[in-house]
C-alpha cells in the first residue's frame, strides 16, 4: 500500500553547475510532485546528466537549491542518498561477480545482516526478471538488457522513495525495452515511487512520463505535460518535403503569411495549425506559384519530437542517430 504522507517530491530553484567558463546547468527550476513519473529531454551536452548528479549529491551545485525527498541535496546528503535510488547511464558493474552477489553486497552495504541481505537479493532478482538466472553465471556472460534490469534492481535495494534512472533503455533491443518500461510502469503505481527519467527517445518519455521538461544550452526550454505541450503548438502539424534544405528556407519565407507557426528540419518545414486541411490548398497554390516544387506531404497530429523541435531547433531523433 502507498504511504501518500511520504515526501517523494523534487524541487529545485535556480540550480547551476559551471566548470570553468562552461555553463552546464544555468540556473534551472524545478517542482516535481510526490509519486510522479517526471521525463527530462534535452540533446547531447545539454546538462541532463549533470542535473542529475546534483540532485543525488554526486556533484556539488554552483549556486541555487534542491530539495530531494524533502532534504537539501548540499546539507543534508546522507538523508537524500538512504531515500533514493540510482542507475547511471554508464552502468559500472563488477563482470566477476554474479547478479546474487553484487545485490547481497550493495544490501549489506545499506546496513542489512546476512540473512536479510540474501533475502533482498533474491527477491530483487524477481522483480527484474532475472530469477532464472543460473546462479553461478558472472555477469561479464550478461547481455546489455540482463545488465541494464540487474542495474535497475541494485538502485531498488534500499527501497527508494525517489528513483533516478539516466537513459535506462539505451542500446536495448525493443523487447528489452519494454520490459524496463512496464517494471518502472509497476513502481511508479503500485509503490508509488517518484520516478526520474532522463531519456533519448520521445517515445518512452511520452508514453512513461505525467510530466516533460526539455533542457537545452543548459536552461529548460519547455515544462509541462506532454498532452499540454503537444497542444501548445497546435491541433495539427503539415510537414511539406522539399529537394534541399536550400528550397525548404525558400517555403518558410514564402509560407510566413499563411503559417506563422513554421519550423524548418533539413529538407522538411514544418506548419502547425489548430485546423490544417483547410489550409492546404492555399499552401500548395502559394508554393506552386514560388515555383517550388514539393516531393512529400503530409498531416499529422503533434508529436513530442515536434515539441522538441520547437523548443531546440533541432529533433532528438537526428541528433541521436548522430551519437
Known sequence: MVDEQRDRSI??????????????????????????????????????????????????????TARVAGFDVTKDQGEVRSRIGVALQDVGLDDLMTASELLTLQARLFGMGAGSAKQAASRLLDTVGLAELKPKKRVGQFSGGMKRR????????????????????????????????????????????????????????????????????????????????????????VTLTFTSPQAALQ???????????????????????????????????????????????ELTEPTLDDVFLRATGQRLAAQEEGR
Open 150 to 237: 540487474l542495474d535497475l534492481a541494485l538502485a531498488l535495494v534500499n527501497s527508494p522513495e525517489i528513483l533516478f534512472l539516466d537513459e535506462p533503455t539505451t542500446g536495448l533491443d525493443p523487447a528489452s525495452r519494454l520490459d524496463i518500461w512496464e517494471e518502472v510502469r509497476r513502481l511508479n503505481v503500485e509503490e508509488g515511487m517518484t520516478i526520474f527519467l532522463t531519456t533519448q527517445y520521445l517515445e518512452e518519455a511520452d508514453k512513461l512520463a505525467d510530466q516533460v521538461a526539455i533542457i537545452d544550452k543548459g536552461r529548460i526550454v519547455a515544462q509541462g505535460t506532454p498532452t499540454a505541450l503537444k497542444k501548445e503548438i497546435g491541433n495539427e502539424v
Open 11 to 64: 524541487v529545485a530553484s535556480g540550480l547551476a553547475r559551471h566548470f570553468g567558463e562552461l555553463k552546464a546547468v544555468d540556473g534551472i527550476d524545478l517542482d516535481i510532485t510526490s509519486g510522479r513519473v517526471f521525463g527530462f529531454l534535452g540533446p547531447n551536452g545539454s546538462g541532463k546528466t549533470t542535473t542529475v548528479k546534483m540532485l543525488t549529491t554526486i556533484l556539488a551545485p554552483t549556486s541555487g
Open 251 to 297: 517555403a518558410s519565407e514564402v509560407l510566413e503569411p499563411l503559417a506563422p507557426a513554421r519550423q524548418i528540419s533539413g529538407h522538411e518545414l514544418l506548419c502547425y495549425f489548430a485546423a490544417a486541411a483547410d489550409r492546404l490548398p492555399g499552401l500548395i497554390r502559394a508554393l506552386d506559384k514560388a515555383g517550388l516544387a514539393l516531393e512529400g506531404l
